[in-house]
């Protein structure tokens, strides 16, 4: 499975951007949302389980973003609302079969990334 994320730029804190990630093939796998600010570890911000039903958010992102997925399109988005400087970093999809949804080694597959970037 190949990941390709897309859909960052640059907007002025408050605004808003919606990523895409498409996967080269059908996957039933759990699919997450992490990021990259320069100098800093990966870090978990959010996932959807297979069938969409559940989802988890990180505490900085909770209210503003939503993780959503279409299956028939092999497709995961994340609208993110009300942006801040903060987060300003590279994006990245996942997908894996794991129980450790936080963990950016516990995926299988990872996309290039696309950079976001928040002004104040």
């Known amino acids: 499975v190949q990941l390709q994320a897309s859909g960052g730029g640059l907007v002025q804190a408050g605004g808003s951007l919606r990523l895409t990630c498409a996967a080269s093939?059908?996957?039933?796998?759990?699919m997450a949302w992490f990021r990259q600010a320069p100098g800093k570890e990966h870090e978990f911000v959010t996932c959807?389980?297979?069938?969409?039903?559940?989802?988890s958010y990180a505490d900085p992102v909770k209210g503003r973003f939503t993780i959503s997925r279409d299956n028939a399109k092999n497709t995961v988005y994340l609208q993110m609302n009300s942006l801040k400087p903060e987060d300003t970093a590279v994006y990245y999809c996942?997908?894996?079969?794991?129980?450790?949804?936080?963990?950016?080694?516990?995926?299988?597959?990872w996309g290039q990334g696309t950079l976001v970037t928040v002004s104040s």
């Open positions: 959807i389980s297979w069938n969409g039903s559940g989802a």
């Open positions: 093939g059908r996957t039933s796998a759990i």
């Open positions: 996942a997908a894996g079969i794991t129980t450790r949804y936080m963990r950016w080694s516990s995926y299988d597959y």
